[in-house]
């Protein structure tokens, strides 16, 4: 298809009504034989009624031998060819409207998130939601503004020939004719990216509001841009393995993809599944107002506890251990059913089968565990709380943090009185699976991928791809050259290692090397796997238990060891998923690393900027109390309570103390994929089943991740059962709606649940003022358990 697009979009300009979104792009503009007719034609369209177009078939947007109605997508390859068509519209992708809304937008997506970092009440501007709201400013933009196709075709028509006039050139360039998909995908992504430097304003804030540090101007320029950018450049140089092979799909961005191709490709007059994006959407947003405000109980919708809810005492504590979900920590949420799409998400729905086949696997094994922990009384777990992240006394009440630690140094005669910190059972089972989950992710890579690394590396210096999404970038647009990659990773480091030997963070210059090269050597590993995955493993608290042990009693030297180390592998996998959207959208990769690292860059000053006017006004709130209706320290309060529990590490995770087996966890996960191998090379097989599609890190990591990561179980069924009926029952019995409507409907879900969220945060939530809580009824249990699981009290 792609050799014939031009062509194809010339003869198809002679011919387009009005409302196709047509425009005379630069490659009709090349053809001067066919510009007078382009011409003409562009004006009759103005001027006349044109005839319904034809009914849309998603097949037209594929060539001949990409797709089949009956084709099961299962593999990445499968994905390449029939989920994703190769359609290239060479449609202007950086355009002044579009980095002019991408600015808007990044700095909208940068102080929002910044702000809510300090209030009461989160909320989420990402994904879909962004991707609606850009849509809508574009098409403002392009149909309410002078347009400089139509200026140029009535110029024409009255005679105008030769060069355009410059008032013309000056009304094109602000608004040069319909908004595209690429302008829009440029839009969007840039925006999304604002968010991914704000670790670094985190640790600004927190050094600010707890510990008698100075920040300085150097150290907030500097370390922005060292903590932000330096992932990039990983990015650039895994490129082969992590984005130009076919099996990196980064199935989690489908949805957008589907939706950004669906509302530039499709017209809700000819088009089903589009039409279907608006009535989801449209449903959505009337329904979601009921479990996220009204009705909260049908997120949380438990049998066993409607059962129970009379029941006192032990038996109370032993039904809601088990049953309930409905708020943080409360239990396990066995059989606890809900219907709140906030949080199933499309990106749920969307990774592959492989992925929920060893999820569920791992969330039973959590069960089982947890249980097992928890009543057999490991680590004396019965003294302390079910379920609990915090640091806790011996009699199970809050570590005193702040008393323990002065002036950001840990005082060892406080430490003294106050004892050794202790860890729920549960909690200390769920950091050891998190780093075996670590562990069993690099050997996984390195046994299972390692042949199908190299080839790809060795592809790579041949000029070959098995991708045709990337052959067909190669082909047509210039790569960005490797030693931009470098450029910004040495400058990153450079000027990392300025503040570090300059400014007075706590934090020594070899252990900023050390969390550069931990990060360096996870983030490689950890893209790879989210890449074919569509979901990666939770390496945060790795970066903050190395932090500990290497520098202990410096909190604020581990927020930045962290901060360093966490965000080269957060910002790897996110820039190589960007880059992979790109090559889908077929936006040209130059463009896409200079508009991400400009998002990046802009968003971190705009969230700094933002911080300090916020911690600077409101010191004392954000410090000592609970906060306002307007303002809350809770979740800095936490921030620096975190950061100082893992300057206490050496205490708590060294050998010969009680949880020592934590980072042994790292060894043992690498031990039990060698095992794995072994036992794939000899038995491949078992009754047709591929051993090796079992993935130990993915399977690893769900089997603790009710106590590190999902406190709130109530979703985790909602969002198995949704993931199953897509992936397994749409995908194999509906392959044809699971390839036109399943990411298209879960995408319209996406931005119509959020916007719901957002408006409710201004308007309730206590976003925008004091919060208005729905009055209590049976569906709003707001004086117990929204699921109704008893109370032990």
Not at 76 to 88: V, Y
Not at 228 to 236: K, R, V
Not at 412 to 438: E, H, Q, V
Not at 609 to 620: P, W
Request: glycine letters at 8%.
């Amino acid at each position: 298809m792609s050799a014939n697009v031009v062509e194809r979009k010339v003869a198809a300009d002679l011919n387009v009504d009005a409302s196709s979104d047509s425009v005379i792009s630069e490659e009709v503009r090349a053809a001067p034989n066919n510009s007078a007719t382009v011409e003409k034609q562009a004006l009759a369209d103005d001027e006349e009624i044109q005839p319904d177009p034809p009914v849309y078939n998603p097949d037209d947007d594929y060539d001949k031998d990409e797709t089949r109605h009956d084709t099961i997508i299962i593999t990445g390859a499968d994905a390449a060819k029939h989920l994703l068509p190769l359609r290239d519209d060479r449609q202007p992708s950086l355009t002044f409207r579009s980095i002019f809304l991408a600015t808007v937008l990044s700095g909208f997506q940068a102080v929002m998130s910044q702000i809510y970092w300090f209030k009461p009440t989160f909320i989420t501007i990402q994904g879909t939601f962004i991707v609606i709201i850009a849509y809508f400013l574009g098409l403002a933009w392009a149909n309410f503004l002078p347009r400089g196709d139509h200026l140029e075709t009535r110029w024409r028509n009255n005679g105008g020939q030769g060069q355009l006039p410059r008032w013309i050139k000056i009304i094109s360039f602000f608004n040069y004719g319909p908004w595209n998909l690429k302008e829009h995908a440029i839009c969007s992504i840039t925006a999304t990216s604002a968010s991914n430097g704000m670790a670094s304003s985190e640790v600004f804030a927190t050094q600010k509001l707890f510990y008698d540090l100075p920040l300085s101007a150097t150290t907030v320029i500097l370390s922005t841009l060292s903590i932000g950018l330096f992932g990039y450049g990983m990015a650039g140089i895994i490129r082969p393995i992590a984005v130009w092979h076919e099996e990196s799909v980064y199935w989690g961005t489908l949805p957008i993809v589907k939706t950004l191709q669906g509302l530039h490709w499709q017209q809700v007059k000819n088009s089903k599944p589009l039409r279907y994006f608006w009535y989801a959407f449209g449903g959505m947003f009337v329904y979601e107002w009921f479990p996220a405000y009204i009705w909260p109980w049908l997120n949380s919708i438990s049998i066993p506890c409607l059962a129970s809810m009379h029941a006192t005492g032990e038996k109370a504590a032993i039904l809601t251990n088990i049953f309930g979900g409905s708020l943080p920590n409360e239990g396990l949420g066995l059989f606890n059913f809900g219907f709140d799409w906030q949080y199933i998400t499309s990106f749920q729905t969307a990774l592959p089968l492989k992925f929920q086949i060893n999820s569920i696997i791992g969330f039973l094994v959590c069960y089982i565990a947890m249980i097992a922990i928890y009543y057999g009384n490991a680590w004396g777990s019965r003294s302390l709380p079910f379920m609990s992240s915090r640091l806790l006394t011996a009699s199970g009440k809050t570590y005193p943090i702040s008393k323990v630690f002065q002036g950001g140094v840990l005082n060892t005669d406080a430490l003294a009185k106050y004892g050794i910190p202790r860890l729920t059972g549960s909690f200390a089972y769920g950091m050891f699976m998190a780093n075996a989950a670590i562990g069993a992710m690099i050997a996984h890579c390195i046994l299972f991928w390692g042949k199908d690394i190299l080839v790809s590396f060795k592809k790579t210096r041949q000029g070959t791809s098995d991708d045709r999404h990337h052959a067909h970038m190669v082909k047509n647009y210039k790569e960005t050259p490797s030693w931009w990659y470098i450029a910004v990773l040495v400058i990153s480091f450079v000027l990392g290692l300025v503040v570090v030997i300059k400014e007075n963070i706590t934090l020594p210059v070899w252990a900023y090397i050390i969390s550069l090269i931990l990060g360096m050597v996870i983030g490689p590993f950890s893209a790879i796997l989210y890449a074919r995955f569509g979901n990666g493993i939770a390496t945060n608290n790795l970066s903050k238990l190395v932090g500990g042990l290497l520098v202990p009693g410096r909190p604020v030297g581990n927020m930045y060891f962290a901060a360093w180390s966490h965000n080269v592998i957060t910002n790897t996998v996110n820039l190589c998923n960007d880059l992979k959207m790109g090559e889908y959208l077929k936006i040209p990769p130059r463009i896409m690393f200079i508009t991400q690292i400009y998002g990046t860059v802009l968003g971190s000053f705009v969230n700094y900027a933002v911080m300090i006017s916020i911690v600077t006004s409101n010191h004392d709130i954000l410090v000592d109390g609970n906060g306002d209706a307007s303002w809350s320290g809770a979740t800095v309060q936490g921030y620096n309570t975190n950061a100082a529990s893992w300057a206490l590490a050496k205490y708590l995770y060294k050998s010969g103390t009680t949880y020592s087996i934590v980072p042994i966890g790292l060894a043992i996960g690498a031990g039990a994929v060698v095992i794995h191998r072994v036992v794939v090379h000899f038995l491949p097989k078992i009754r047709g089943f591929s051993l090796a599609e079992f993935n130990f890190p993915q399977f690893i990591q769900y089997a603790g991740y009710i106590p590190y990561n999902s406190p709130q179980t109530c979703v985790i069924f909602n969002q198995l059962a949704s993931g199953v009926f897509v992936q397994y029952y749409l995908r194999n019995y509906h392959p044809r709606i699971f390839r036109d409507y399943s990411y298209l409907v879960t995408g319209a879900f996406d931005g119509a649940s959020l916007l719901v969220l957002f408006i409710l945060s201004f308007a309730v939530f206590g976003a925008g003022g004091p919060s208005v809580p729905f009055p209590a009824w049976w569906g709003n249990n707001i004086n117990g358990n929204y699921d109704f699981c008893p109370t032990s009290d």
